[in-house]
């Protein structure tokens, strides 16, 4: 009767060990996402200023010639 009951333990015990490894996969993925979003954001933000300072660059080549 002992080693069924071990095997059951066991069996539990790795069952709640992959749980808590899903769950920190779970929130290492959201603090990734989080992350990217705050870097897609920073590059359209830095796209914006390059596309106004072609543009300034572009009307002060204009008023020279």
């Given amino acids: 009767m002992f080693w069924p009951m071990l095997a ?3 069996g539990f015990l790795g069952i ?3 749980g808590v490894l899903g ?3 779970f929130l ?3 603090r ?3 992350q990217v979003a705050h870097t897609a954001e920073r590059i359209n933000r830095a796209a ?3 596309e106004k300072a072609a543009g300034d660059l572009a009307r ?3 008023a020279l010639r």
């Fill in 16 to 18: 709640a060990v992959l």
């Fill in 8 to 10: 059951i333990a066991l």
């Fill in 23 to 25: 769950i920190k996969v």
């Fill in 48 to 50: 914006e200023d390059l």
């Fill in 32 to 34: 990734l996402g989080r």
């Fill in 60 to 62: 002060t080549g204009d």
């Fill in 28 to 30: 290492e993925v959201q």
